[in-house]
Every structure is written in structure tokens, then in C-alpha cells.
């Protein structure tokens, strides 16, 4: 492995660049770790590492607001290039497409049994489309050009879906919390009894979702029923 890569960053048509180590500056790109510190094998801001040149205090402040070392360095390492190994760029591939898979299957169903597709199906339906995954672009940027690539292959349709929801009394104030994270709760009425009705708008996808985890915090006594 390298002893270090580069991240590189452009404002305004200037060029800044910090040295880090591969792995733990990866590992940070993909949220698994924050201390920077064990991320940069120095504190230099360069704008061409490689010849040793560095920017001025002025291009600092203008770019970056402040001259600090260390907050430039986040700056530059959360919105940089991360120059990748050839092996971080499959793991970062292969942790994206995981991730579109994931969202693809929580937000589409099949549009004749309105269930969602299930992730190994996704996944061979993204190798014979032979979908390529670019590491560096967000889930919400690649996923549309995904999904379009995908439909030639299996049928896909985005919905939702409204669902009518009781709860029994004991277990209404942990299931309230379970419908706030999951869904928009159209409508709420707490009966005299302590239980609670709901209507609960939710992606079709996520409705086995939602009854799994309403049966396991209710025993199964809740009633969820979709509105027509």
C-alpha cells in the first residue's frame, strides 16, 4: 500500500491538496471514522504536492474563510477528489452499490403485486444491465439513470401507499415513535381507551417494513389495513 494519496480540492480556479493516508481517509469518506488527525501525514496545504508548493495566507482566507491547518483539511477532505487505490475504488463501488440497492428496494415495488423486489433480484438485474456505480456521486444522483436502466429488465414503480393503523393502548406510545420514523402520518386520534388510530403514508416498498415492526412491538394485536 502507498504511504499516502492526495485529496484534491478546487475554489474558484485554485487547486489546494493535502497528503492523507489511504485506508483511514477512505474509511472517514465512508463515515466509519472522524478523528483527522490519524487521517493527514502532515498539516501542509499545498497547491501542487508533488513540487512542495504552497498556497498563501491570502488564497487560504479567501477559499476557506480561515487559515487554520486542521479546518482546512476537513474542508478539503469532506468535499475534495479522495485519489483512490485501484482496491478502494472497488470497495467504494461495491459500498455504493450496496446502498442504491438498499434504496431501490425500500422505495419500488413491482407494480403488478405492489411488493418489492427483493435485493438479489436488484442485483442481477444491475449486472445483466450491466449498470456501472460511480463511488464518488451520492445515492440521489446516480439513482434515476439506475432505476431507467433497470426497467428493461424488471418492472419498477415508485409509490405510495396509505395505511390505516390501530394500536391497542399498552403499546401505542413506543409504536407513535415507530410511525414517525418511517412514514407522514396524515392523521392521528388518540381514543379515550389510550389507544391510538393512524393513517400512515409510506413508500409502497416499506410496507412489510412497517408491519414486521409493528407486529413485533405489538405481539401482533396492532390492525393495519390499506386504504383504498
Known amino acids: 500500500m502507498a504511504d499516502y494519496t492526495l485529496v484534491r480540492y ?18 472517514y469518506r465512508l463515515g466509519k471514522k472522524k478523528d483527522i488527525s490519524s487521517i493527514l501525514v502532515s498539516d501542509e496545504i499545498y497547491t501542487d504536492a508533488s513540487k512542495g508548493t504552497r498556497p498563501t495566507a ?31 475504488r472497488r470497495t467504494m463501488i461495491e ?12 422505495t419500488y415495488v413491482d407494480p403488478k403485486t405492489h411488493l418489492p423486489h427483493p435485493p438479489l ?48 393502548a399498552q403499546f401505542a406510545s413506543q409504536s407513535y415513535a415507530v410511525l414517525k420514523s418511517v412514514g407522514s402520518l396524515n392523521k392521528e386520534e388518540w381514543q379515550n381507551n389510550g389507544s391510538l388510530k393512524a393513517i400512515l403514508e409510506i413508500p409502497a416498498a416499506a410496507r412489510p417494513n412497517v408491519i414486521d415492526r ?8 396492532a390492525t393495519v389495513e390499506v386504504m383504498k
Open 10 to 27: 478546487s475554489y474558484e480556479g485554485e487547486k489546494f491538496e493535502i497528503m492523507v493516508k489511504p485506508d483511514p481517509a477512505l474509511d
Open 58 to 88: 491570502e488564497k487560504l482566507l479567501h477559499a476557506f474563510k480561515t487559515e487554520d491547518p486542521a479546518e482546512i483539511a476537513e474542508i478539503i477532505l469532506k468535499k475534495g477528489d479522495l485519489n483512490l487505490t485501484t482496491e478502494q
Open 95 to 106: 459500498e455504493k452499490r450496496k446502498q442504491i440497492v438498499t434504496f431501490i428496494a425500500k
Open 121 to 168: 433480484r436488484i442485483e442481477q438485474a444491475m449486472k445483466d444491465g450491466r449498470v456501472s456505480i460511480d463511488p464518488h456521486k451520492t445515492i440521489d444522483e446516480q439513482v434515476k439513470d439506475i432505476v431507467e436502466k433497470l426497467r428493461s429488465i424488471i418492472a419498477l414503480k415508485s409509490e405510495n401507499l396509505k395505511l390505516e393503523i390501530t394500536i391497542p
Open 214 to 221: 409493528l407486529g413485533s412491538i405489538t405481539k401482533g394485536s
